[in-house]
């Protein structure tokens, strides 16, 4: 695996696998969180660091703006690391916010994983016309999304064109838009980081947020398989 972020769910599994790919802000406490959060609901989870090194940090972009490159071959070694490990079932999602959406619904849509969760995930303007989507769409896996009506960064009327494109694909979708929800709104960031966010129009919406989990693992559940989770108290 490249250098990251891994979490392991409590017991000998096996489990479902997710790579985690982080937002614009690279590896944070608030990455660790979800990761965390994740395994304790039973998956293994690995967030490799998508800026490792300048280079990296200008292969990360440039695969970015291209739907391909570096970045998605170390996507794909990382799936391939999870599912080969003996405690992972050998199915495995991937789950990306913001910038890391976008990586994920392109992966996604290419046949790399069982599942994706599209968290506000980059959609830039002028590529979404249905011939562009059925492109990044080719052999797409089950896709679950979510989305602000207030975000800033991704516009409502690209967030329905995706919509589109994933029901002509034909895979199973479950895309919301949360009415009163801005861009990075599952993110809880403190500190510096959250008074930029909160400079910036963005917020954390614990209603949306909670929902959008829910329906997430539920998601996870169907497509993944079941996940192992810790006893309860």
Request: proline fraction near 7%; glycine fraction near 10%; charge should be negative.
């Amino acid at each position: 695996m490249h250098p990251g972020y891994t979490s392991v769910p409590d017991g000998d599994g096996p489990f479902p696998g997710v790579v985690v790919v982080h937002d614009a802000y690279g590896m944070t406490a608030e990455l660790r969180r979800v990761c965390d959060h994740l395994a304790a609901q039973g998956y293994l989870v690995h967030a490799p660091s998508m800026y490792q090194r300048g280079r990296c940090l200008r292969q990360t972009f440039r695969s970015l703006v291209a739907d391909e490159g570096p970045a998605y071959d170390r996507l794909e070694a990382e799936r391939a690391a999870l599912a080969a490990r003996p405690d992972c079932t050998g199915r495995v999602g991937i789950m990306g916010f913001c910038l890391g959406g976008r990586f994920a619904l392109v992966a996604a849509g290419r046949g790399r994983f069982d599942a994706a969760a599209v968290q506000y995930g980059l959609l830039p303007e002028g590529k979404q016309e249905p011939e562009e989507l059925d492109r990044m769409l080719s052999a797409p896996c089950p896709v679950v999304a979510s989305y602000g009506a207030r975000d800033k960064v991704v516009a409502v009327a690209e967030v329905d064109k995706l919509r589109t494109g994933l029901e002509r694909s034909g895979v199973p979708v479950d895309l919301k838009v949360y009415p009163e929800a801005t861009h990075s709104f599952l993110a809880q960031y403190t500190g510096p980081l959250g008074m930029l966010m909160r400079v910036q129009g963005m917020s954390h919406d614990p209603e949306a947020s909670a929902d959008a989990w829910e329906r997430t693992f539920a998601f996870f559940e169907e497509h993944l398989g079941e996940a192992s989770r810790p006893a309860s108290d």
